[in-house]
């Protein structure tokens, strides 16, 4: 009996290898006549995996770009990815009709079907389908814009006054009150509604998105490996686990949505949005389905919170650790306001410190390492390189926003080297939110939630280091699946 069963695996094994191995040869000789891009060797079957798993992936990638120049080859397990390191290739190649699709999701078909496609992971039709429908909507509700602010700044001034409960004390985790925050805009955006602090639920939209995160592992590696996602233990579960509790979540969200839903009054939020297209649309809508609404509900909080809070985070740590950088703005912000300023979005031009600050620590904390990488599924032309179908390509953002050619001193925090003339210069080579068909989503949210956050809380409060405490290391950061933040630090507030 135990031989037999034996011999039933070694013969799986045996069946396994041959494949493996058949695939590489032709993959071999199909690789051949082409010119591929160098890269790191790696270990038969896995590839570069241990490389990427056992380093923080920036840092490896860093070191590939010196060896290998701009773009390099990476292979993780069966998925050959291509690593960008220069602003003009990325913008070439994010901006190729050919690769503007995405290595599926296996985790998010597991939990929500193969109906449900969302935007992150979705590809061709169903991605633009998302896309138009939730830009469109976003620009109907007037996000970037003067009448979705005061949602933002009712938020702020929520967050300011929690934070005034700890004013002389040491804070430790501001990075969480930033989650609470930015969470609840979110919230507002999907379903209408905005928790206090101490709300539950509040609590566990951004506990699941900080689980999923670590649970993804790096390069949301066990979200898109089918072999990883499929072990019955460690990250992959975990991450399953989390995606299925929030599914319930969402789903008693969305029913409460329906059981008062009014197709006769205009939707202010995406899940009326969705039901209302549904609607009018019965049968017909696409791929605007309630299976995909839950999707779509989990790629927002997903991709917007964690990365605008870490960055909120990051902000307070880079102006505690250059008191005069802090000081410089809480000046300019000063005189705006005595001069009858008003600390909104619109004029933001007359804040143009402000705005460096902001360009600089999204260059400086670089939160999406790698961005979301985007798939070819056609053979795709590189700067005389060939990059065949089905390969991955993603960004070596930190190569890009440290560019030494580009930056003088990139690893100095100096938000003046965006002032030209005493107004702001936005480079172009600071593409934090990608850029192409599939750039960010929220980019015009983000950049409103950072400059309504810090202005208000900069021209409130203070923040220092706590005497005697060493504060981290401005360069380190914390890599968990796609995004990057701050090590835990502690501030003082104090009130100005
Ligand atoms: C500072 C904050 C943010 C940064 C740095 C950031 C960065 C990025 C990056 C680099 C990508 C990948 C683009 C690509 O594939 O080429 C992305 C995609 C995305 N972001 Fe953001 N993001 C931020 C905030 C937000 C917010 C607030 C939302 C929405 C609430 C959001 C929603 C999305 C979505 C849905 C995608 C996927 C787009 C697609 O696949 O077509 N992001 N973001």
Redesign the pocket.
């Known amino acids: 009996m135990l031989l037999h069963i034996l011999c039933d695996h070694l013969t799986i094994v045996a069946i396994v290898i041959t494949s493996i191995s058949v695939w590489a040869f032709l993959r071999w000789g199909q690789d051949r006549n082409l010119n591929i891009p160098p890269g790191p060797n790696g270990s038969p079957l896995i590839g570069n995996l241990p490389a990427f798993l056992s380093s923080s992936p920036t840092d490896f990638f860093a070191e590939c770009s010196k060896k290998f120049g701009d773009i390099f080859k990476l292979q993780l397990g069966q998925q050959r990815v291509f690593i960008v390191s220069c602003t003009d290739l990325g913008r070439k190649v994010?901006s190729n009709r050919d690769a503007q699709n995405?290595v599926p999701n296996v985790a998010y078909y597991k939990v929500f079907g193969r109906n449900a496609h969302g935007?992150?992971?979705?590809s061709n039709g169903p991605?633009k389908d998302a896309?138009r429908f939730?830009l469109g909507l976003f620009r109907d509700l007037g996000v970037g814009r003067g009448s979705f602010e005061y949602k933002i700044l009712s938020e702020a001034e929520r967050l300011a006054m929690n934070l005034g409960e700890r004013v002389g004390k040491r804070e430790a985790d501001i990075k969480q009150k930033f989650f609470w925050a930015?969470s609840n805009i979110?919230c507002g955006?999907v379903f209408g509604k905005q928790y206090e602090y101490d709300d539950p639920t509040l609590k566990q939209f951004v506990d699941f998105v900080e689980t999923l995160f670590i649970a993804a592992g790096p390069g949301a590696l066990f979200l898109t490996s089918p072999f990883l996602s499929a072990l019955p233990f460690g990250p992959g579960s975990k991450a399953l686990n989390c995606l299925r509790k929030f599914r319930k979540e969402m789903e008693k969200i969305i029913n409460e949505r329906i059981s008062s839903f009014d197709p006769q009054e205009t939707p202010c939020n995406v899940v009326d949005a969705f039901l209302l297209e549904i609607h009018n649309n019965p049968g017909n809508s696409g791929h605007i389905n309630q299976e995909n609404l839950l999707l779509c509900f989990v790629?927002?909080?997903v991709?917007?919170?964690e990365?605008?809070t870490?960055?909120l985070s990051f902000a307070i740590l880079f102006l505690t650790t250059h008191l005069q950088v802090q000081e410089k703005c809480q000046q300019e912000l000063d005189l705006f306001i005595k001069g009858g300023g008003q600390l909104t979005y619109s004029e933001r031009s007359r804040l143009p410190f402000l705005q460096a600050v902001i360009h600089e620590t999204?260059r400086v904390s670089n939160?999406?390492p790698i961005?979301?990488?985007?798939l070819a599924d056609k053979d795709i032309k590189l700067s005389g390189f060939d990059l065949p179908k089905g390969s991955a390509i993603a960004?070596n953002?930190k190569v890009i926003l440290m560019n030494d050619n580009v930056f003088e001193n990139p690893e100095d925090f100096n938000p003046d080297r965006f002032i030209k003339d005493g107004a702001f210069e936005e480079n172009p080579h600071v593409i934090?939110?990608?850029?192409?068909?599939?750039?960010?989503?929220?980019?015009k949210?983000?950049r409103m939630?950072?400059f309504v956050f810090l202005s208000h809380l900069l021209s409130r409060y203070s923040f220092k280091p706590p005497k005697n405490v060493t504060m981290p290391s401005i360069l380190n950061g914390i890599e968990t699946a796609v995004t990057r933040s701050p090590l835990p630090y502690e501030v003082v507030i104090s009130e100005r």
């Open positions: 994010f995405r935007i992150t992971f979705s991605c896309r939730l930015v979110t955006i790629d927002l909080f991709a917007g919170t990365t605008t870490s960055t999204q939160v999406a961005g979301i990488p985007h960004a953002m934090p939110f990608s850029t192409g068909n599939r750039a960010c989503l929220g980019e949210l983000a939630e950072l």
